[in-house]
């Protein structure tokens, strides 16, 4: 069954908005294939259909393909698109996608391993039938480091492109998208260290610049934690790396020409020691207030941050302008929950702020627990949705990887893409990927319980601690231990031939109403 | 360079900030006065540190991490009489760098 069978399983109802609640997963081949991973997520059109985006195992080649599934508000399979870059081995093992206009198409973004196994950063364009079965790359292109200190990839280096690390920026009317692409590296070369890439790219696919962020130090890492749009022309970009107590967020603002205004921010926190294991930011084209999310696993406990300013100030020296800082916990013990995961925080028409946070519960075996929280524009916490894994039958379940929010048109529900991996049911260890449909009043409730032992709990969620955030910038400019710098790039290519859609690709669904 | 200001809560919650001030006095802006019992605290500037971050003998960021790092840490607020104004300044500490690495989030168990 190289391509699957299409099933749906639909039961019972829930009520609220403009569709009941739902969860549904998605898996290619899913008798014989245990790896279909999300990516990326994002809402088609205002009719409220859907793009996911992942990779997944092939079982009939054991290569990692990129796939795109378009579904219907009510998470109904419309077609669906598999492809591989350059028909010379596997590709798209990380897939985000972004869609700039009808003249300019759909682009995804990704990690290519080449025929020698060497990992490199591709981009790819796609026409309007991106989401459809058959659908066309009209180009696509490839990237690897060259010149000082990356003279090239060997079999230890690698390249995964971050969560968030695909933006694009529309300029104004006249001016054609730019997007920009963030990767991180493990780079044995230079000294076994992981540094970050941000890439500009025109429509044409031509790699403009490249700002890369990496750690001043010896053997010392540097992740990616996504970027953003700022304006109509700059774009910030953030990554996360190491300091004396652990890991500390970093910020910078680059023009269209990606020169960078002063130097990167850093940020710090008065919390004790602290440590950062993850940040996300958001901008907006038509405002300048922007929002970061900084997973805080510090000595003296853990939380979620978030933290909203209202300028990003290009005079060196000069601080940010915070609007709130907030630090969200599920426990008044500081060290019940540890966060792993988080989408990048959204915002509807009333900036008002949807945040997907990941956690381990070390009170329950380290099981993994999401909660989605709404903010208002003050900052002020207005529901918490806990979901997570029901273990009645025994089962377990991993990761809860890769989220992404979106709204539909209406923004009277937010719907939660992620994926999961359980132990159960046989063969064992197997991902799928996940979405889930609530209301965005917080009034979704329940159980939804698939055929095969799949068990989640969706409730609502009040014995929360959610605090003033200790994390602050440091100023432009002072004393960076991680630098971003402009460099030039060398040693790219196209992929050839251009990636075509595969056709007459049915995936594995269920879907269960929460009742 | 511009001034930063944070902001102090009628009980002495330090530091706040303007959607604090608003979530209490929904059509107060930022750039009016701060509410009666509300204070507002001009942040000093983080002055420039000479010789962060110390290196084993003989050793540079070419070939080591750091031994240690000099970091910025907040004091309280205090009022400044003569400027008539709260004012939060910061003093110096020494921490010793951690030996834990990070995964990232797609490496993690």
């Not at chain 1, 009170?363 to 002020?380: A, H, Q, V, Y």
């Not at chain 2, 605290?41 to 420039?48: A, L, Q, S």
Request: proline share 4%; aromatic share 14%; glycine share 10%.
């Amino acid at each position: 069954m190289p391509f699957g069978s299409f099933k749906v399983a639909l039961l019972g109802s829930g009520g609220g908005g403009s569709v009941d609640p739902f969860v549904a997963w998605y898996a290619y081949d899913d008798a014989a294939s245990v790896d279909t991973r999300a990516g990326s997520f994002k809402r088609f059109d205002d009719d409220d259909n859907f793009v996911l985006a992942g990779y997944t195992e092939k079982t009939n080649d054991n290569n990692w393909w990129m796939y795109f599934l378009k579904i219907d508000k009510e998470g109904e399979v419309l077609s669906t698109n598999t492809a591989n870059i350059g028909n010379t081995s596997s590709g798209g093992q990380t897939q985000l996608i972004v869609y700039s206009d009808s003249t300019y198409g759909w682009w995804a973004g990704g990690n290519y391993i080449n025929s020698s196994g060497y990992a490199t950063m591709e981009l790819t364009r796609w026409d309007d039938q991106l989401a459809v079965s058959d659908g066309d790359a009209t180009s696509a292109t490839y990237y690897h480091r060259g010149g000082y200190p990356f003279t090239s990839f060997n079999s230890h280096d690698y390249a995964v492109t971050s969560t968030g690390g695909l933006v694009v920026n529309m300029g104004t009317s006249n001016d054609p998208p730019r997007f920009l692409q963030q990767s991180y590296v493990y780079d044995s070369y230079a000294n076994y260290r992981y540094e970050v890439s941000n890439q500009q790219f025109e429509r044409t696919n031509s790699l403009n610049t490249l700002v890369r962020a990496a750690h001043g130090s010896y053997n010392n890492q540097c992740y990616g934690g996504g970027n953003t749009v700022y304006d109509t022309s700059d774009f910030l970009m953030s990554v996360y790396g190491q300091g004396s107590s652990g890991y500390n967020p970093y910020v910078s603002r680059c023009t269209d020409i990606m020169s960078v205004y002063g130097n990167g921010y850093k940020m710090s926190s008065s919390n004790g020691a602290y440590n950062c294991a993850g940040v996300t930011i958001l901008g907006h084209q038509d405002s300048t207030d922007w929002y970061m999310q900084i997973l805080d696993i510090g000595s003296n406990g853990y939380d979620t941050s978030i933290l909203k300013m209202t300028d990003f100030p290009t005079t060196y020296g000069s601080n940010f302008t915070y609007a709130w800082k907030k630090a969200f916990r599920p426990s008044s013990t500081r060290t019940n929950y540890y966060p792993v995961w988080s989408s990048d925080p959204i915002t509807d028409s009333s900036d008002n702020v949807y945040q997907l946070n990941t956690f381990y519960n070390a009170t329950d075996s380290n099981k993994r627990e999401m909660f989605l929280i709404k903010r208002n524009s003050n900052g002020t916490i207005q529901w918490v949705n806990q979901i997570k894994w029901n273990s009645t039958a025994g089962n377990n379940t991993n990761s809860f990887g890769y989220p992404v929010l979106q709204l539909n048109k209406a923004e009277d529900m937010v719907y939660l893409n992620c994926d999961t991996q359980t132990l159960y049911p046989q063969p064992g260890y197997r991902y799928r990927n996940l979405v889930f449909c609530l209301n965005a009043d917080g009034s979704t409730s329940g159980n939804a319980r698939f055929d095969d032992n799949w068990n989640f709990d969706i409730a609502e969620f009040t014995t929360y601690v959610d605090e003033t955030s200790t994390w602050s910038d440091e100023g432009a400019g002072i004393n960076l231990t991680v630098g971003f710098s402009s460099n030039s790039y060398s040693g790219n290519g196209s992929a050839s031939p251009a990636a075509p859609g595969v056709n007459g690709n049915t995936y594995d669904e269920a879907k269960l109403a929460i009742s | 360079m511009s001034v930063q200001i944070f902001y102090m809560g009628p009980d002495g919650e330090y530091p706040r900030f303007a959607g604090d001030i608003q979530e209490q006095y929904p059509d107060w802006k930022p750039d009016q006065p701060v509410p009666s019992d509300w204070r507002e605290v001009e942040v000093e500037d983080r002055f420039e540190i000479e010789g962060r971050l110390t290196y084993p003998e003989g050793k540079t960021h070419e070939d080591s991490s750091p031994l240690s790092e000099k970091v910025y840490v907040p004091l309280a607020p205090t009022f400044d009489a003569g400027a008539g104004k709260w004012v939060q300044s910061w003093v110096i500490e020494t921490v010793e760098w951690a030996e834990d690495t990070l995964l990232p989030p797609h490496e993690r168990p």
